[in-house]
């Protein structure tokens, strides 16, 4: 997802949600349909791993020889394929058997108050739901993110119920200003450190590949570095 992809968002403000001010521009997604993904550029893998204003949500050996970290949007429809057709059996097949260590890191662009607002949901949950969380979220990113009638808020109540929340913690969680500048900050630092532009973009083993990968092009690669 590009910047230019912003409309499914309808870049309207949630009542009450704090939002950080970016300051920065955006280019457009490339994505290309490889059987093995070509890297836009070298990044600095260990700087990469070190954590920034927010707690790791990561699955997996950390001294997995695979290392990958995914900056996304909650409403980027190309995150939304990656999670429900590559992610889990990628995980099944080299995370859980502790070939990679998986990285998941918030990208929402600015103004993009929806994807902002999901995130903060996400981290306000317990730390062991925060992967289901966000799977719910982006299998269900239609129905919140563009409902019919356009009451993005209320869709993601209802949605946000499934996963716990009450009206009062929902409200408390979106009203909470300093995860919102920390979210903000996760992707204010993947964009003026590692050049991150686009959603998806993975980091994985010292090299940026930006686009959606299928299942047989992201074990191309991990297995090219095992």
């Keep these: 997802m590009s910047i230019s992809e912003l409309s499914i968002t309808k870049r309207r403000l949630l009542g009450g949600i704090a939002v950080a001010a970016a300051g920065m521009t955006f280019g457009a997604a490339t994505a290309s349909a490889v059987d093995m993904p070509t890297a836009d550029r070298d990044i600095d893998m260990e700087a990469a791993l070190k954590p920034g204003a927010l707690k790791e949500m990561a699955l997996g050996d950390p001294n997995a020889p695979v290392k990958i970290i995914e900056y996304m949007s909650m409403t980027c429809p190309h995150c939304a394929h990656f999670h429900e057709t590559t992610f889990e059996p990628i995980k099944t097949k080299y995370v859980d058997t502790g070939k ?17 607002a999901a ?10 739901k925060f992967f289901p969380f966000v799977s719910m979220f982006l299998k269900q ?26 009206q009062e913690t929902f409200d408390a969680c979106l009203t909470n200003a300093k ?14 450190e590692f050049g991150v532009q686009s959603t998806p973009t993975f980091l994985i083993n010292g090299k940026a590949y930006s686009g959606d990968m299928s299942v047989d092009s992201m074990s191309a690669l991990i297995d090219s570095l095992l």
């Design 179 to 192: 995860l919102a500048g920390d979210v903000s900050a996760v992707r204010d630092r993947g964009a003026e």
């Design 100 to 116: 990679v260590y998986f990285v998941l890191r918030e990208f929402p662009f600015p103004q993009d108050t929806a994807s902002l």
């Design 141 to 166: 990113q239609r129905t919140w993110a563009a409902p019919a009638d356009n009451d993005v808020r209320s869709a993601m109540l209802q949605l946000s119920k499934l996963g716990g929340f009450t």
């Design 119 to 128: 995130f903060m949901l996400a981290r306000c949950t317990t730390e062991d």
